[in-house]
């Protein structure tokens, strides 16, 4: 066969192109793309497309906001239950912001506490075992500031059930295997216990014993001091809880476990539990020694720590003075249940007595002793404010030691340094804190200490005494224990005759008066402790000189040599105070003479308040009875009080409440009192002889009318009837006194004159009627005076008013009028009057003799009054009886 045509061409054109590949036969599965790096890659085909398109909802109002108006909501919008909520969540964070957000709202809306606070407390209990610190730190803060202070408002059912739960959690928190928590929880439980301390007794045993376990743990004193420090605190807490049970008694109903449900607040039981409550107590005795034994073995460390130091910080002795405060709490726990009546714990008989205490703390307190004589070495306050807590547990415990356990005298020496020291102590905020419980030992430990060691130790006392300042706190302790020492039948102290304690009695209470006149300025709350102090002092030793209490007159006043009187503080006293100090006086009778006078410009001061001028009275009248008073003295003081008391009538009404300013009741009150201890002095007439000089003297001087008529009612209650009367100047006196009360009344023209001025007028002259009644020759006397005084002729009754009397004739004649007519109102002066029938006449013969208007310098007007005065005294002249009608008859006024 021979080669196509064109075969070399075809050849060539197939080199170049190049063969195509051989179609596939059937259907394509797969296809295969090539991409990109890169590049995305399409959704398969038969991908389903699960994109939702859909167009905007807009409410008018979102609901949210809907249901949240009118709730309070704190600043992030949440309530108060969303918080609640939100305190349970599983982050820290939002747990913390939870509490600040529960603080932020309270702040804002103090309601919602009031209203929710029990379901507050209900679900915050459970942060108290948070594992976040900061939690339960603003969980403390948040109990303490706010919810706390608002569930102490109340006492419902509710509180003391939510209070229950609260107690579970913190004793789950106690055992808890994280330290930081465990130490948290005491924290808590202090702050329980302190707002309310109710709660505790319940749970004691339990919670004495978590104490032991914590502190039995090595860890916790090597960590930081702080943490112990708080341990210790809550501990002082609670035994203080138990401290105050024990001294009031109930301990034993307090302390026990309620076996049936336990119920809170209950703090009695049935007598058939007696047996459970001492078995309870017997319990809490056995924890308080284990306690004491740890901590006694915690100070002997610290103390070691300190001297290994050169300095000593704040929080080792913040933590050594903690334990040092719980050993003694407990050790007063102990001694006050040795002082009880024998008891039997459970089925064995246990006695606590002096024995079981020797054998279980004093064991320990031992150990202590060495202590203090390495503190005694340091100068730093700290040091000694160690050695003073040392010292109060030993005294607390001195009333069951002897010397096996250490040296009396020794303990004495100890005691009487810390005393001498005292003065020496920089930080007196230090001193007045520590220092208290010291001194208030020192009875006790004067009167068990050995005759040769009371010297020294009452030397160191008396010393301190001395140096304290009256506006410092330690001044009650030291009164406090001055009065012990001082009453022996009171506290059961008792000195001998020859014993050195009774000779430092006279100097404690020189001391007395002078810390009474300081503390009226500067601590008025010791003013009252004084007083009392030193009213004991003269109720227990009557038959004392109290010479070395002659500052206490100085409490009234200070004479100076020019013999004017400056008041003293007594008169600003409190009530209270003025009553102890004028019921001293009745003991401090010596003290009297010099006293009398300052007394009496006290009871003049317009400051002293009625009740207790009228108490000075009672008080001397009582001292007078009981023959500490010399009759002299008094009846001077009296008579001085009703011719001084400075009266001020006010403005007169129709009822005496209504006198508004006025001490009027006063002055009348205290006239009948003066009038009825002038009663009580024995025979009237010879009292008044002993007091007539005074009452000369204070009639010479011209007093008010109102003292004037209380000097008159003196004689007239003694001896009305008096021929110490019928002379020149009393006469005269009496004379000017009734003419005086005339012008006073006369002040209205009409003899109809004021109701009110004319009873006070025949007040005044009341007690010239009984004089009149008693002595006719007086009132003829005084009427011719009077007529004198109407006629013109008034230089003999010159001296005995200090008045301006009128010039006017008619106006001097209405005056004796008025006197007249007043006398001839009473019955019983008639057949007096009668006598001085003369002088009544001479008076209307000057009155007509006036009326005639030849007469020069009487006007119209004086005749007119001149008139109406002679009608009325001519009326009262003819109900005399003493004149018939026919020697009248010439007497007609004229026209």
């Given at each position: 066969m021979g080669r196509p045509k064109g075969g070399a061409a075809a050849s060539s054109s197939s080199s170049k192109k190049p063969k195509a590949k051989p179609k596939q036969r059937g259907g394509v599965d797969f296809k295969k793309y090539k991409h990109k790096v890169g590049r995305k890659l399409p959704p398969p085909k038969n991908a389903t497309d699960t994109e939702i398109k859909s167009r905007a909802i807009v409410l008018p109002e979102q609901s949210m906001a809907s249901e949240r108006a009118g709730m309070a909501v704190n600043k992030r919008g949440l309530t108060l239950r969303e918080l609640l909520q939100q305190t349970g969540h599983y982050n820290a964070n939002v747990r913390r912001a939870a509490l600040n957000g529960i603080k932020d709202l309270v702040a804002k809306h103090p309601s919602e506490l009031k209203l929710h606070k029990v379901a507050i407390v209900e679900k915050l209990q459970e942060r108290i075992c948070d594992t976040d610190k900061v939690v339960r730190?603003?969980?403390?803060?948040?109990?303490?500031?706010?919810?706390?202070?608002?569930?102490?408002?109340d006492n419902a059912i509710s509180t003391r059930s939510t209070l229950f739960l609260l107690m579970a959690n913190i004793l789950n928190g106690m055992t808890h295997l994280s330290m930081d928590i465990q130490l948290m929880s005491f924290r808590f439980l202090e702050l329980v216990v302190i707002n309310f301390p109710s709660s505790f007794p319940g749970y004691a045993e339990q919670v004495f014993n978590n104490f032991l376990a914590v502190l039995s743990n090595d860890r916790i004193h090597l960590q930081d001091k702080s943490k112990l420090n708080s341990v210790l605190s809550g501990l002082g807490q609670c035994l203080s809880q138990v401290a105050y049970?024990?001294?009031?008694?109930?301990?034993?109903?307090?302390?026990?476990?309620?076996?049936?449900?336990?119920?809170?607040?209950?703090?009695?039981?049935?007598?058939?539990?007696?047996?459970?409550?001492?078995?309870?107590?017997?319990?809490?005795?056995?924890?308080?020694?284990?306690?004491?034994?740890?901590?006694?073995?915690?100070?002997?460390?610290?103390?070691?720590?300190?001297?290994?130091?050169?300095?000593?910080?704040?929080?080792?002795?913040?933590?050594?003075?903690?334990?040092?405060?719980?050993?003694?709490?407990?050790?007063?726990?102990c001694i006050q249940e040795v002082k009880k009546p024998q008891m039997k714990f459970g089925r064995s008989k246990i006695q606590v007595g002096p024995e079981w205490l020797k054998s279980s703390v004093l064991v320990y307190a031992k150990k202590l002793w060495g202590v203090n004589r390495s503190f005694h070495e340091k100068g730093d306050d700290r040091y000694y404010v160690f050695n003073l807590k040392i010292a109060e547990i030993f005294l607390c415990l001195s009333a069951c030691m002897d010397n096996t356990i250490f040296p009396a005298d020794e303990f004495c020496q100890f005691v009487s340094s810390l005393l001498a020291k005292a003065k020496t102590l920089r930080n007196k905020d230090t001193m007045e804190k520590h220092?208290?419980?010291?001194?208030?030992?020192?009875?006790?430990?004067?009167?068990?200490?050995?005759?040769?060691?009371?010297?020294?130790?009452?030397?160191?006392?008396?010393?301190?005494?001395?140096?304290?300042?009256?506006?410092?706190?330690?001044?009650?302790?030291?009164?406090?224990?001055?009065?012990?020492?001082?009453?022996?039948?009171?506290?059961?102290?008792?000195?001998?005759?020859?014993?050195?304690?009774?000779?430092?009695?006279?100097?404690?209470?020189?001391?007395?008066?002078?810390?009474?006149?300081?503390?009226?300025?500067?601590?008025?709350?010791?003013?009252?402790?004084?007083?009392?102090?030193?009213?004991?002092?003269?109720?227990?030793?009557?038959?004392?000189?109290?010479?070395?209490?002659?500052?206490?007159?100085?409490?009234?006043?200070?004479?100076?040599?020019?013999?004017?009187?400056?008041?003293?503080?007594?008169?600003?006293?409190?009530?209270?105070?003025?009553?102890?100090?004028?019921?001293?006086?009745?003991?401090?009778?010596?003290?009297?003479?010099?006293?009398?006078?300052?007394?009496?410009?006290?009871?003049?001061?317009?400051?002293?308040?009625?009740?207790?001028?009228?108490?000075?009275?009672?008080?001397?009248?009582?001292?007078?009875?009981?023959?500490?008073?010399?009759?002299?003295?008094?009846?001077?003081?009296?008579?001085?009080?009703?011719?001084?008391?400075?009266?001020?009538?006010?403005?007169?009404?129709?009822?005496?409440?209504?006198?508004?300013?006025?001490?009027?009741?006063?002055?009348?009150?205290?006239?009948?009192?003066?009038?009825?201890?002038?009663?009580?002095?024995?025979?009237?007439?010879?009292?008044?002889?002993?007091?007539?000089?005074?009452?000369?003297?204070?009639?010479?001087?011209?007093?008010?009318?109102?003292?004037?008529?209380?000097?008159f009612r003196i004689i007239v209650t003694l001896d009305a009837g008096t021929c110490k009367l019928m002379n020149e100047d009393a006469i005269k006196i009496i004379a000017g006194y009734l003419i005086d009360a005339a012008m006073d009344l006369s002040k209205t023209i009409e003899l109809g004159f004021q109701s009110d001025r004319t009873r006070l007028f025949q007040y005044f002259i009341k007690p010239c009627i009984i004089i009149f009644c008693q002595n006719e020759k007086v009132l003829c006397c005084a009427l011719e005076m009077l007529k004198s005084f109407a006629t013109g002729d008034d230089h003999v009754l010159s001296s005995a008013s200090k008045l301006n009397y009128p010039g006017e004739l008619s106006h001097r004649i209405c005056v004796v009028t008025t006197i007249l007519i007043f006398l001839c109102n009473d019955g019983k002066l008639h057949k007096n009057l009668s006598l001085g029938k003369c002088v009544i006449k001479g008076i209307l013969q000057h009155t007509r003799h006036l009326m005639d208007s030849n007469v020069l310098d009487v006007t119209y007007e004086d005749k007119q009054k001149l008139r109406f005065a002679f009608e009325q005294l001519k009326t009262k002249a003819l109900q005399l009886n003493c004149w018939d009608r026919s020697e009248l008859e010439g007497f007609s006024s004229t026209t």
């Open positions: 730190e603003s969980l403390f803060s948040i109990l303490q500031s706010l919810v706390f202070p608002s569930l102490k408002e049970a024990t001294e009031n008694g109930d301990a034993s109903n307090r302390l026990v476990h309620n076996l049936s449900g336990r119920e809170l607040w209950k703090c009695t039981l049935d007598e058939d539990n007696s047996g459970s409550r001492a078995f309870a107590m017997s319990n809490i005795l056995m924890k308080l020694q284990n306690l004491f034994q740890i901590l006694v073995n915690s100070v002997e460390v610290s103390v070691s720590e300190l001297f290994a130091k050169s300095t000593i910080d704040a929080q080792s002795s913040e933590a050594l003075l903690s334990a040092l405060h719980c050993l003694d709490l407990i050790c007063n726990i220092l208290s419980p010291l001194i208030t030992f020192i009875p006790d430990l004067v009167s068990n200490a050995p005759d040769d060691s009371k010297g020294y130790l009452l030397e160191a006392f008396t010393d301190a005494f001395w140096d304290c300042k009256v506006d410092c706190k330690l001044i009650f302790p030291y009164l406090d224990a001055v009065g012990k020492m001082l009453f022996p039948e009171k506290t059961g102290i008792l000195f001998v005759e020859n014993d050195s304690g009774s000779e430092y009695h006279g100097v404690w209470v020189k001391e007395l008066p002078g810390i009474l006149l300081q503390s009226i300025d500067k601590a008025p709350s010791v003013t009252k402790v004084v007083l009392e102090l030193l009213l004991r002092i003269g109720q227990y030793f009557p038959t004392m000189e109290f010479g070395n209490l002659r500052s206490f007159i100085k409490l009234f006043g200070v004479k100076s040599s020019s013999g004017t009187i400056e008041l003293g503080p007594f008169v600003n006293l409190p009530r209270d105070c003025q009553e102890l100090a004028i019921s001293c006086l009745y003991y401090f009778s010596n003290l009297l003479p010099d006293t009398m006078e300052l007394l009496a410009s006290c009871c003049l001061s317009d400051v002293l308040e009625p009740t207790i001028l009228f108490r000075i009275i009672e008080v001397l009248q009582s001292t007078y009875k009981a023959g500490n008073l010399h009759i002299t003295e008094q009846l001077s003081f009296l008579s001085l009080l009703m011719a001084r008391f400075r009266v001020h009538p006010g403005s007169f009404s129709t009822q005496d409440n209504s006198q508004k300013g006025s001490n009027m009741n006063t002055f009348k009150s205290l006239n009948r009192l003066i009038l009825n201890s002038l009663s009580e002095m024995g025979d009237g007439s010879l009292v008044l002889e002993l007091m007539w000089d005074n009452l000369s003297k204070e009639i010479a001087q011209i007093p008010s009318l109102h003292n004037m008529n209380g000097l």
